[in-house]
């Protein structure tokens, strides 16, 4: 198994060796696995596993042979976040809710980064803008583009409290309290707590009374990205805390 930044792959190559083994008597043969640079996506395409097939055979002077299987795996680490409370729009895409909030205040949520895959992550934090407004009839818009039209694309308001990271593979599963909040799991060593999911604490702080929406990437070196959207209206009023 080939992981990370420094995998490698089965080559399919025809060579052959000959040589005599005494009774009683062992040989040990070593195969390398050699991969193509993780950069290269026409011969390591970008997906979690890439499978690699050969054969190791073994021909004996009397005529008998005997076929070993060889299996390796290329594999990039993909994460995934997992969010307090269901977070979908009619897009099938993370998109974070912070509802109404007062200018002079601001709203928490935590998000909590998986690694889904057993190849550490190294990651880190980025704004997407959003494509540029287009015109679009009234009769056929959705409701969730209605609002896309509306919004005020300022990643200012939103703060995270972590920006960039390493994580190990694979993160263990978040679990579930009575009251239905999904928290990290309790770790039972130094061992077991390197692979929590990463918690990050993202703030909202409007600065005016409109409907805010950015996008985040948590791109991943070598490895597969995820997205979240993040939504939130700004208010003057005091009741709106």
């Known amino acids: 198994m080939a992981t990370g930044a420094t995998p490698t792959k089965v080559v399919k190559q025809k060579v052959e060796t000959a040589f005599c083994l005494q009774p009683l008597k062992i040989v040990e043969l070593h195969v390398r696995f050699n991969a193509p640079k993780a950069s290269d996506q026409a011969e390591w395409p970008m997906i979690m596993h ?3 097939n050969g054969e190791l055979q073994a021909a004996f002077s009397n005529g008998d042979t005997q076929a070993f299987e060889l299996l390796g795996q290329l594999m990039r680490p993909k994460l995934l976040l997992l969010t307090e409370f269901s977070s979908r729009n009619d897009k099938a895409q993370d998109e974070l809710d912070f509802a109404t909030c007062n200018v002079d205040m601001k709203r928490t949520i935590t998000i909590f980064l998986s690694n889904i895959t057993e190849v550490t992550a190294n990651w880190t934090l980025n704004y997407v803008k959003f494509p540029k407004k287009q015109t679009i009839s009234k009769y056929t818009t959705t409701a969730w583009e209605e609002e896309n039209l509306e919004k005020l694309d300022d990643p200012d ?3 995270f409290s972590i920006a960039q990271g390493s994580l190990k593979g694979k993160s263990e599963p978040l679990r579930k309290v009575p009251e239905g909040l999904v928290v990290p799991p309790v770790a039972k060593d130094e061992f077991e707590r390197q692979f929590l999911p990463c ?3 993202v703030n909202f702080h409007p600065k005016k ?5 950015s996008k985040f990437r948590f791109t991943v070196e070598n490895g597969l ?3 979240v959207i993040l939504k939130g209206r700004g208010s003057y009023e005091e009741d709106q805390d």
């Open 225 to 227: 990205p995820c997205d």
């Open 50 to 52: 890439n499978a690699r």
């Open 199 to 201: 918690a990050i604490q």
């Open 157 to 159: 308001v939103f703060e």
């Open 209 to 213: 009374n409109v409907l805010y929406k």
